[in-house]
């Protein structure tokens, strides 16, 4: 990090109030009396105009809030955008990746508040009984599953983290933004705003005339289904590995995920009770719990296991894990269930129809075809279809909406995966 100038700066260093931090996200979001032992003796530094903040590539155990002046932030294709303070993302930090992503220099003399990444990181959120491993003796006994959850409940972990760009559109959202705001953010990640076009102009939301950019794309879609893809998409960035065995099961997860959202969301588009883009993130994060394990089997040596043994731990692990993944997102409740509920064809957490009981009826559609069916029960015979109004599920109707969402699936495939 170049932070060397002979440059007079004109703005000194202040201490770090409690009224300027209650404005940044997400510390903001802290408990009072973690407020107050943050801001304790908390200092601002200051910097001179042409002073290079960070640079793209660099590894950063840091973050920076920018308090006063204006910064510009270059990316990897050259392209560069000013952030002033007193804007609404200046209440996001200006990078909280672990490699930094911008290029960051002051365009005038700035002032910045300097916090540790851990401070940011969720995983030292508090441990829910939701997300306590229970895995039966007889499968601790293998290296990798025992050293997997050696490292959970000592939270040792590498949880994955959304993108920035994820993140600060959800809380900018939370900040009543406009669709101006929105746009401002999704276009800083050219990735997501190309990919979030093609969604625009795919099945799930065509229209009469196909959209060409990010600001049409954001109009047509809504700003809450916005968040929701956005979301999405990010997800899709955390299934990658290198290793063949373990990539052999992040993609036949990851296409799993994406089929059972598409039913979900045109479960929920014919039912009229489940918002549909909510629904199709629901499916989206219904298996986000296998990726921690498979992430960690990645880097474990691959002499100490068998794929027999990933088969026999997934079950036990990626509900528990997938809570407390969702948890240090800081997804609400709804979701939060969602990992933990997936699987069970007989869970009934409610008298109405909610995003779980979509899940489980897409999960159970999309194994309709398959070659093995044995033990499955019949769609309308689980406490989730008896929850829907003026509906009701039969094996023709399901042939019927399979064949509607085959198309839209390989449609949505191609958007979140190119």
Known sequence: MDLKS??????VTENISMDVVQKLFPIRNYDHEKLVAFTSDLKSEV????????????????????????????????KSYELSSGSTQAT??????????TTAIATTDVSVLRVSQKILSPKYAPRSEFSTLAIPDELTKNHLIAGFI???????????????VAVKLRNAMQNDANI???????????????????????????????????????????????????ISLSINRIFKTNLPVIKKYLDAIWKESLSISIISFVLATITKQVNPEE?????????????????????????????????LALPYIKGPVGYKVLRDWGFVEEYLEIPLYA???????????????????????SKIGQKNTSGLPVISSIPAASKLKNFSLSPELSLNILHEAKQQINDAMKAFSN
């Not at 002979?6 to 703005?11: A, E, F, G, I, V």
């Not at 992430?295 to 040596?301: H, L, M, Q, V, W």
């Open 180 to 230: 101006a705001d929105i746009v401002k953010i999704i276009q800083h990640d050219p990735v997501f705003s190309a990919k979030l076009i093609g969604l625009a102009n795919c099945p799930l939301y065509r229209g009469a005339n196909p959209v060409k950019s990010c600001f049409e794309a954001v109009n047509r879609i809504g700003l809450n289904a916005t968040r929701n893809l956005v």
């Open 150 to 164: 050696h490292h959970y409940n000592n939270e040792e972990l590498d949880i994955p983290s959304l993108p920035d």
């Open 343 to 365: 699987d069970d064809w007989y869970q009934n957490n409610g008298e109405t129809l909610n995003l779980t009981d979509i899940v489980v009826l897409s999960r159970l559609h």
């Open 6 to 11: 002979n440059t007079q700066c004109s703005l």
């Open 47 to 78: 910097f001179p105009k042409q002073t290079t903040l960070f640079h793209l590539g660099d590894k950063a155990d840091s973050a920076l809030y920018l308090l006063k002046g204006t910064v510009s932030l270059s990316d990897e294709n050259g």
């Open 92 to 101: 996001f930090p200006l990078s909280s990746a672990a490699i930094q992503t």
């Open 279 to 311: 629904a199709l993130l629901a499916g989206l994060i219904s298996n986000i719990g296998s990726v921690p394990f498979l992430s960690f089997a990645a880097n474990f040596p691959t002499s100490y296991y068998t794929e027999a043994d990933i088969e």
